[in-house]
């Protein structure tokens, strides 16, 4: 069973940065993609971003220019960097993993609480 495990959250204020670390039980490169999502109290749960086994990247318009992700195979880890945060970033942000053979698969992290202040 693959284990998923995000860190790195935290309190910061508006305008500051983060960085996030999922880290995997294996090696990622096991992975067809890999990405950050988050859920918000009372909103349904997002995409912020993913990158592909090949480093594609892609970000949802509301972070676009602001966070980054990256992935180092070698620890078996992606990070999310986030810098110019705002209140509205506050959630719980979730790793995933996707592998699409020999089956379709999805994992999930436990999730790690981001709180920005104004």
């Known amino acids: 069973q693959v284990h998923l495990v995000e860190s790195g959250g935290g309190l910061v204020q508006a305008g500051g940065s983060l960085r996030l670390s999922c880290t995997a039980s294996?090696?990622?490169?096991?992975?067809?993609?890999m990405g950050w999502f988050r859920q918000a109290p009372g909103k349904q749960r997002e995409l912020v971003g993913g990158?592909?086994?090949?480093?594609?990247?892609n970000y949802a318009a509301s972070v676009k220019d602001r966070f980054t992700i990256a992935r180092d195979n070698a620890k078996n880890t992606v990070y999310l960097q986030m810098n110019s945060l705002k209140p509205e970033d506050t959630a719980v942000y979730y790793c995933?993993?996707?592998?699409?053979?020999?089956?379709?698969?999805?994992?999930w992290g436990q999730g790690t609480q981001v709180t920005v202040s104004s």
């Open positions: 294996g090696s990622i490169f096991g992975f067809n993609a």
């Open positions: 990158i592909t086994s090949g480093g594609i990247t």
């Open positions: 995933n993993a996707v592998r699409i053979l020999p089956t379709p698969v999805t994992y």
